[in-house]
Structures are given as structure tokens and as C-alpha cells.
């Protein structure tokens, strides 16, 4: 229905800090008008810095919504085994700024993801016409961390109960830009098998890349690129990492 904004940013008196900000309310303004999503308020953060520099550019978006129907609100943790686990959009090779880089190899470097706005709203669309419809038990979107992070957190999330993945995917891709890329305009759905053609005419119809990645069974997250297994935690693990994150940055 609407968004707030909130933009910080270093001195904007140094062109390279002001051309960030100029550029992040370009981004802002032609997405908003895209998606049909008024800004209704904001406010602006300068001179964010201190001796080692500027902090990076950080514009943050709240956003409200309208669930018409309560009876169709759908959360991002798995419901049931055997579910079906598909992706609407399409993964790219694109390891640019990503959480990956930065933790792993200590990079913040890269090519940003591209964003096809138009491809974003189908995505968009498809999804909660999908929901609407009642064909789809959850939907998660990819962001951080990229495709694995968004089903580890589809497998823990729910605090009363956790179910595991079966991930198979055959690409030409590598291996780690498959896996932790931070493509755009991606969310992971689950169905029952029975509504998988359905959910299928609703992508179709919305001109969206569709795919079926896996299964909802087991006790873990398993991934197989190619046939090959490339990941395969179990869930006690990946949620005690993922529910005490900030007291072990704290602690650090």
C-alpha cells in the first residue's frame, strides 16, 4: 500500500557520497512507481562517518500491506513433508556484493545483482496469486546469504516445528554462485504435489521462470548440485547458528 524510507550516508558534500545518494532515490523512486507504491514519508542520515571513512550506503524501506483475507496468510517455514519446494524467478551466476564474498573470502567487491523491475512484479504477482488461490503453504524470499540461506531459514523458522529439505538442482552454474548469489526477484514456495500443475498455469500466466527445486523430508538441509551433494547440515545446528547470531557477534 505504501513505504517509508530511511537514508543514511556519509558527507554529502564529497561527490562520490552524494552521487550514492543520489542514485539510491533514482532506485527508490522508479521502483515505487513500478510496484504502484506511494513514499508516503522518510527522512535523510548525512554525515555517517567516522576517522576510517563514510559507513556504506544504507537506505532502508518499511513497507505496509493489506492481507484481505487472513485466512491466506502465508508464512515463510515449511508446512508438511513431502511438499514440493519450487522457485519462482531464476538464479543467476551473480556473486557481486554478496554476503558470501564479504564472509568467506573478506571481499566487499563485485558487479551488484541486476534488477529487472517489470520481472519483479510478475514475480510479485504470481506469488500471492498463488497464495490467494490457496495453492502454495509457504513463500520466502531470497536475500542475504542467497538461495541455501533462504531455505535453511524456510527449514527453522517455525518455532514449533522443523522439517528438512531434499535439494536437487542440474545447472551449468558454479557450485557457489548457485548456492549463496544474491540474484533478485527470487521466493521460494511449497506446495502439495496435487496443486503443482496449478501453481505451474499461475507462473505460466505471469510470464515467470518456474522451477522445482526438492522436496520437504528429512531431518536436514541436503543439496545436490549436479547429482553431487554440496551440502548437508542438520537442523539443530543450522538453528542454534541462526537463533543466536547476535549474542555470538556480541560476544566477538
Given amino acids: 500500500m505504501a513505504v517509508t524510507d530511511c537514508l543514511n550516508f556519509g558527507n554529502p558534500m564529497r ?7 543520489r542514485r539510491c532515490v533514482e532506485g527508490i523512486s ?30 532502508t524501506i518499511g513497507m505496509v500491506g493489506l492481507i484481505e483475507d487472513f485466512a491466506r496468510y502465508c508464512t515463510q517455514w515449511f508446512k508438511a513433508e513431502g511438499d514440493l519446494i519450487c522457485l519462482l524467478g531464476e538464479n543467476k551466476e551473480e556473486l557481486g556484493g554478496s554476503e558470501y564474498l564479504a564472509l568467506i573470502h573478506n571481499l566487499k567487491k563485485g558487479v551488484p545483482p541486476e534488477l529487472d523491475l517489470d520481472l519483479e512484479r510478475r514475480v510479485h504477482s504470481a506469488t500471492l496469486k498463488a497464495i490467494q488461490a490457496g495453492l502454495i503453504n509457504s513463500a520466502h524470499d531470497c536475500a542475504e546469504g542467497g538461495l541455501t540461506i533462504a531455505l535453511a531459514e524456510c527449514c527453522v523458522s517455525n518455532p514449533n516445528q522443523k522439517l528438512g529439505t531434499r535439494i536437487n538442482i542440474v545447472t551449468q ?48 538441509l541436503v543439496i545436490d548440485v549436479n547429482d553431487k551433494r554440496v551440502i548437508a547440515l542438520g537442523l539443530k545446528e543450522i538453528e542454534a547458528r541462526w537463533r543466536g547470531a547476535i549474542p555470538r557477534y556480541m560476544q566477538e
Fill in 15 to 21: 561527490p562520490e557520497i552524494f552521487w550514492q545518494f
Fill in 30 to 59: 522508479e521502483a515505487c512507481r513500478k510496484l504502484d507504491t506511494p513514499v508516503i514519508s522518510g527522512n535523510v542520515s548525512f554525515y555517517n562517518e567516522n576517522p576510517l571513512g563514510a559507513v556504506d550506503p544504507t537506505p
Fill in 173 to 220: 552454474m558454479r557450485p557457489d554462485a548457485l548456492l549463496f548469489g544474491e540474484s533478485q526477484s527470487r521466493i521460494l514456495v511449497s506446495c502439495n504435489p496435487r496443486n503443482l500443475s496449478r501453481v505451474e498455469e499461475v507462473a505460466k500466466a505471469e510470464n515467470t521462470p518456474f522451477e522445482v527445486l526438492g522436496r520437504v523430508e528429512g531431518d536436514g
